[in-house]
């Protein structure tokens, strides 16, 4: 029959010893991980019948804790089990007597919980009654504090990264902004730490991600960019990990891609210009990881596109650049996968194609040089897709358009010609499509322009050169004989249409 975890109490007067001390056992066999599966169906069931007993007898902070302890029912057969838990739970819940503490631990157990075991929950009204509820305390004799308030955005803003906002409207969405932008207004007035800015960032990068600051009116997307430069402002002052920084710059770059952060006055972008340089600074320091490195390097990409870092001051400019070069020495010796490689690899470009490495000094040019060649070896030794060549390709070839590979070293030369070769071999392999085929011929045609294969022995220009020829005759076959470019026709000494 297995353990018993729900007993009869029959004394009135120890009804809510006993109803707390049963749930306390059951979250706490929950909770542990050398419990196997069977073992936690039984406690499930009986934690069921628990809240079916005595559910009007269960305070927000019991229902909390009972939410808290779900993350940890993680085996695939137990979803249908937890998502029925929460259902019974939280069936006809006012909420109005939760206290911010409640809810936002409620708010971050829900971003800890899979999809799928929320699936049947709708999270909406959570999510707005504990909005409205952290805005009606705001000026209350116990507002609330910043941990509460960063967990809240943070969760709301996972949940809408999981699709519980989707589909937000005319007044429905207005009063969500409204609540969202009452409870910015109050974090203004906090001092954050390292990790609670990371949270809120991290939250506000999903929210616009997920589309739900669409229609802003001018008014609110001022207080955006006054909170997105406040926020900031105490980074001089913490001493954060690598994952703090990384859901910050996250958050920021995901702001960035909408256009959330252009429109700023001078000053202002001066302001935040000087923040985002300490923050990176405060990263490397660090010892990031893959991960973090590609979404710090993301988010750079993204903020140079959009204008970030434009009249920077001198002194910033070569923090910089100082950075991005020790970033990127710091990522090729780590072991990171093909998107992480072409994350950074792309934002490298972008970063030289808004001009970024103009006055790079000779020694930083031939590091930051040497470390694309190094990160493209080591994109291609992960044996990637088709698409994904023809990305690289694009990347590289956008790249020397800018005179950014130009005086390689000749060992930088030679890897960069190798990864290359490699690269189209890969494709080739990979059985590529028409428009892949397309791609990354007009990419090789680029590279051809910029003089990347000169410098090469006979053999291997030999070899390169069939290698291209190759993708040349897939292209044929796949396209009924369409133009390919005249540069790579000319590199490859075949007649062109004009002859």
Known sequence: MGPTYLKDVSSTKEIDKGYRREMNRCCEVLRERSMNPSEKAQVLVSLGRLILVYRERLSPDHKAEILDCLPHVKHPDLVSSCSSLILTLLSGEGWGHWKTEAYAKAIHSFRKISGNHSSQVEMYPIICRALERFSSLQDSNNPPNSRECSSLVQGVGFLAKNGHLRGLSGEVLHAFQSNVFSLLSYLKTLVLSARECGEVFSGLGCLAEQHCFEGLSNRRLCLLRKSIVCLLSHTSQWDPYAVDCSDIFFGLGQLAKKGYVEGFSKRARTSLQKFIVELL?????????????????????????????????????????????????HFKVRTPNTNQCISVLDSLSSLAIAGLFIGLPEEDLCSLQGSMCDITFLFKSRSPSAELCSEVLFVLSQTSLRGFLKGLSEVDLSALQEGAHSLLLCLINKNPDVQECVDSLMSWGRLIESACFNQMTDVKLQSLQQTVGYLVSIFNEKSGGDAIPLSVQSWLNLPTSSD
Not at 287 to 293: A, F, T
């Open 281 to 329: 600074s405060q990263a490397i320091g660090r010892s990031p990881s893959e991960e973090d490195c590609s979404c710090i390097f993301e988010s750079l990409g993204t903020l140079s596109q959009v204008g970030c870092f434009e009249e920077l001051s001198k002194r910033n400019l070569t923090r910089l650049q100082e950075d991005v070069c020790n970033l990127a020495s």
